[in-house]
């Protein structure tokens, strides 16, 4: 049995913030999918047995489970030793990015793509909001990386592994990326590093 075990799907982007750190550290682990399309994680099986959340990811290890892709970042960071920070000043400078992912970044793209790509559910005043709201996010990250390579320090922590989690995802989002070359840029750059594989590679996806 592999040393880890991921609960997840792969149209998940939170999901392959995890599976992504696992891969870049090396680390032995292996899928189990869960069928959120079909409302695995709305089911009182799931929330009872796994996580009352009813979220993916969930990372079980050694009889712990734990959930909540920048709290499981965070402790796969110190428990390998990689993509942690420098120092006291880079981590809180990484919670400072992971907040902001979480309550800006990832969160109105990541709707904005589940229901414009994923749903086909249309344009509408909500997608306009969304959108909206994901660009000024886009924004303040397009400037941050107009004089940087990563978004802390000089490599890459789990920051940016957090906030990338949803860009190399190909469904539409009615969102122009060629207006953020540096992001693009940084993308690549992510893509790059030994062990990054497309979200679609590492974990196993609901049809359709």
């Not at 750190?21 to 032995?28: A, R, Y």
């Not at 800006?104 to 904005?112: D, I, P, V």
């Amino acid at each position: 049995m592999s040393d880890y075990i991921l609960h997840c799907f792969g149209q998940s982007g939170n999901a392959y913030k995890v599976a992504l750190m696992l891969n870049l550290c090396g680390c032995d682990w292996q899928p189990r999918f869960v069928d959120f399309f079909n409302g695995e994680t709305r089911g009182a099986a799931f929330r009872d047995s796994c996580n009352e959340m009813g979220e993916v990811p969930v990372l079980e290890h050694g009889g712990q489970r734990l959930t909540q892709s920048g709290a499981i970042l965070t402790h796969l960071a110190e428990r390998h030793g990689r993509f942690g920070g420098h120092d006291a000043e880079e981590r809180y400078d990484i919670l400072r990015w992971i907040l902001f992912d979480n309550h800006k970044f990832t969160s109105y793209f990541a709707t904005l793509r589940f229901m414009v790509g994923l749903k086909k559910m249309g344009e509408s005043p909500v997608t306009e909001f969304l959108r909206a709201r994901a660009l000024a996010a886009f924004d303040i990250v397009e400037k941050h990386l107009a004089k940087r390579s990563f978004m802390v320090g000089d490599t890459p922590t789990i920051a940016d592994i957090s906030m990338v989690g949803y860009l190399y995802y190909p469904e539409e989002t009615g969102i122009d990326r060629s207006a953020f070359p540096n992001i693009e840029a940084w993308t690549r750059r992510i893509a790059a590093l030994p062990g990054w594989a497309h979200p679609y590679d590492l974990m196993p996806r609901e049809p359709g």
